[in-house]
């Protein structure tokens, strides 16, 4: 039974986008458009050149901004404020979910590639602000992205995180790599299944699973 596997958990991670909002929201393609205008004005290129950077660069190196970073030495800042400046209209709060999160015995955290100001944002907008006790973002790890295992070193660090007695819950299956090999509870939250040695458990209902677990 899944409660069975995390009666040892005492701190709860969870991604942002795409976990704590079902991806019917679709915030995530306004955000996207955003970055590929970013990237245009940045590197003065056109709009197919431009969104085809930011495929490649989000497959190779975690994120747009990693590989913007790298390659184009773009500053982080105002690539951030910019792309997350986005609408929340598609956003609804979710009271079920707020209750099973409420209900996760120990510590409860977010950590994001996003920023922890857009983060907190999207809580409040899903009626889950007041309910984590951190919310980290891509600037906590000093702007390196996940699925780098040195990102998540960094932010667990700053929060005391024993990885031994945590689970991770995320959407990108890439990014559940480095928790698996510090010792932590992986679950894969997404509509379609992926089989891999990394992931502990699947889900595409976040609320039903974490109901299951409490």
Known sequence: MPRDNFTHVTT???????????????????????????????LGVDQPTADALRRQYWAEYG?????????????PG???????????????????LA????????????????TAPYAKRVLAARGLDG???AVYGVEHAGFLPKPERAAFETVFGLDGV?????????????NLVAPHQMGMRTVHVAPERHEADHIHHHTDDLTDFLARIT
């Open 12 to 42: 709860w991670v969870f991604d942002l986008d795409n976990t704590l909002y079902p991806p019917s929201a679709r915030l995530f393609d306004q955000i996207e458009v955003r970055m590929t205008q970013y990237v245009m004005d940045a």
């Open 63 to 75: 994120t747009t901004l990693a590989g913007l970073m790298r390659v184009h030495d773009v500053d």
């Open 78 to 96: 105002p690539y951030l404020t910019e792309v997350h400046e986005i609408n929340f209209d598609g956003l609804e709060p979710d009271e079920r």
């Open 99 to 114: 209750a099973r999160i409420e209900a996760l015995p120990g510590r409860r955290i977010v950590y994001t590639n996003g």
């Open 131 to 133: 309910l984590f006790d």
């Open 162 to 174: 024993t990885t031994e007695t945590a689970a991770m819950f995320e959407d990108d299956h890439r």
